[in-house]
């Protein structure tokens, strides 16, 4: 890691993007008092993560990337058997275990064994297990990984309704879509560096613009905008250019260029992060 800063504030969703081996995971784990820190500073709730380690792990919930739900026990079981190490008092478990198994809609799976779960409803299962000690912190670590469509957007509104009663939570998510949705701020990290903080959208403004436009990688098309003066960005077999006049870019390239196709599209936060990370494939 190297000089990565930040702070994440109450009740808000904090993401935290990057390629493969960015330092996600470690940054995560340091929070989760599983990894100790090399150097720096680093608390949570104000205390040091060195010195009080049962107080922060007390007040966290956890929804880690590989699903590692007990498949001895049923949905309900696997929920009773994480309070006890909170102590929890059964009724009181059973109580919240009710209302959470409402919360990710698995009441009527309660008697099921976890084998007999798609994957969707494990990771609801696992999001209600990291809420049953009510968590002044959770985190989620690829929350949606490997999910439909359908799933994912039914996790986002239980993030979305969890954020809005007041929840802290901090993300780290391969899908931009998904941070763009979901969070208030966060970072985008590389090779254990913070490259950019910021509101999702203030960001594509900031790095990209409103709009692209695209093109064929060509050398006609590279020439005509080299001497039009125009400046662009190569992605494959394409060639982009970042703007705020995307009707004025398309007529240019249309007439003075006379390309057959172009394509005007809004600017993602998929953008801003291949733009900064680079667009070369990582293991």
């Known amino acids: 890691m190297d000089s990565v800063s930040f702070t994440v504030e109450e009740t808000e969703m904090f993401g935290f993007l990057g390629p493969n081996g960015a330092g996600k995971t470690t940054t995560m784990k340091m929070i989760q008092c599983i990894s100790p820190k090399t150097g720096g500073e680093l608390s949570v709730f104000g205390v040091d993560v060195n010195t009080h380690q049962r107080e922060i792990k007390r007040l966290l919930g ?15 079981e696997n929920l009773l058997v994480y ?3 909170f102590n929890i008092p059964r009724a009181v478990a059973e109580k919240k275990i009710d209302e959470l198994l409402d919360l990710v809609q698995l009441r009527e799976k309660k008697s099921t064994t976890i084998v007999q779960l798609s994957g969707g409803m494990k990771r609801r299962l696992i999001l209600a ?42 993300l780290t998510t391969h899908y931009l879509e998904e941070a763009a949705q979901l969070c208030d701020r966060l970072v985008i990290m590389d090779q254990g560096k913070i490259l950019v903080e910021g509101k999702p959208a203030e960001l594509v403004l900031q790095h990209v613009g409103t709009d692209i436009v695209e093109a064929e990688n060509s050398p006609e098309t590279i020439g005509c905008l080299d001497r039009l003066g125009i400046k662009y ?15 004025k870019i398309t007529g240019i390239l249309l007439e003075d260029c006379r390309l057959g196709k172009v394509i005007a599209r809004r600017a993602t936060l998929e953008d801003v992060f291949l733009k900064l990370t680079g667009r070369k494939l990582r293991d």
């Open 233 to 247: 960005e190569i992605s494959g077999e394409t060639i982009q250019v970042y703007t705020d006049s995307p009707q």
């Open 62 to 76: 956890v929804v880690p990337q590989e699903n590692n739900l007990d498949p001895d026990f049923t949905v309900y």
């Open 83 to 85: 309070a006890r190490y």
């Open 129 to 170: 297990r990291a809420l049953i000690n009510d968590p002044r912190l959770l985190i989620l670590d690829e929350p949606t990984v490997g999910l439909d469509p359908q799933a994912r957007h039914l996790i986002w509104d239980k993030l979305k309704k969890l954020r809005s009663q007041g929840n802290t939570i901090v």
